[in-house]
């Protein structure tokens, strides 16, 4: 697909999804913006990405709103415009419902959903005056269906789903788009953690009786942020092997 002249922001671009997505991007010309708060490693993937027209770095807590609202006022001073959003910053802090501290329930709802809402808030007005963009929010088909010990994670993933299907409403007549993609289980570093238990677990409920790869997300991020996905807004798309009914 085809990025060339287009000015994409990707947060949690340090690694794991979100660096693919970047370079599914760069490998379509587009100039990057890598957001994430793991400063070294954002170093080497905006190192390890090629074929982008060019490619830069914000070390940014996306929860912090001023820092956000600063460094979207600075990447449209130096590029001219913002094209794509992409909110893949994400964490979990697993456990069951009884044994779930309230600080673990507040930080995934604080990273997961209110930095998905700054971003979009702050980035959606510059493509307001632009007439035209592109918002690709990272879900879960956790946030779909549910998973026993992610009641704070499957919220907020829910949450960005009622977020993207409102914002793709409010924006649709400036010819914004706000779409989402719901990750099944992918093989992250994020997934590399689980016990075999769990990944055995995983793996039965799965149709296809595999985990994802981080490209599989990232093509579908992709292409709804491409031009041939310029009719679609207010979508939740899958990628999980066939998980979510």
Not at 19 to 48: F, H, K, M, P, Y
Not at 58 to 70: I, L, M, P, Q, S
Not at 78 to 104: F, H, P, W
Not at 142 to 168: C, D, E, H, I, M
Request: with cysteine; glycine share 8%.
């Amino acid at each position: 697909m085809n990025f060339e002249g287009k000015t994409a922001i990707v947060t949690g671009a340090a690694r794991g999804i979100g660096l693919e997505i970047a370079r599914t991007l760069a490998e379509g010309g587009a100039t990057l913006v890598l957001v994430d708060v793991l400063e070294d490693a954002l170093q080497e993937a905006a190192a390890s990405l090629q074929g982008a027209a060019s490619v830069q770095t914000r070390a940014v807590d996306v929860t912090d709103e001023a820092a956000v609202e600063a460094m979207i006022d600075e990447v449209v001073e130096e590029t001219g415009r913002i094209d794509i959003l992409v909110n893949n910053a994400g964490i979990t802090r697993d456990d069951l419902l009884l044994r779930m501290d309230a600080d673990e329930w507040d930080l995934v709802l604080k990273v997961n959903l209110k930095g998905t809402f700054l971003m979009t808030k702050h980035a959606s007005r510059y493509m307001v005056r632009q007439k035209g963009g592109r918002i690709v929010n990272l879900a879960s088909v956790s946030g779909l269906v549910g998973n026993p010990g992610q009641a704070n994670y499957s919220a907020s993933k829910a949450g960005v789903v009622g977020f993207t299907r409102t914002v793709a409403r409010e924006l649709a007549r400036k010819n914004i788009t706000c779409n989402a993609v719901a990750p099944g289980f992918i093989d992250t570093e994020m997934t590399r953690v689980l016990s075999d238990k769990a990944k055995e677990n995983a793996l039965a409920a799965i149709p296809m009786k595999r985990m994802g790869e981080a490209a599989d997300v990232a093509r579908a991020v992709a292409f709804l942020a491409s031009d041939d996905a310029a009719y679609i807004t207010g979508h939740v798309l899958p990628v999980d092997g066939g998980m979510a009914p």
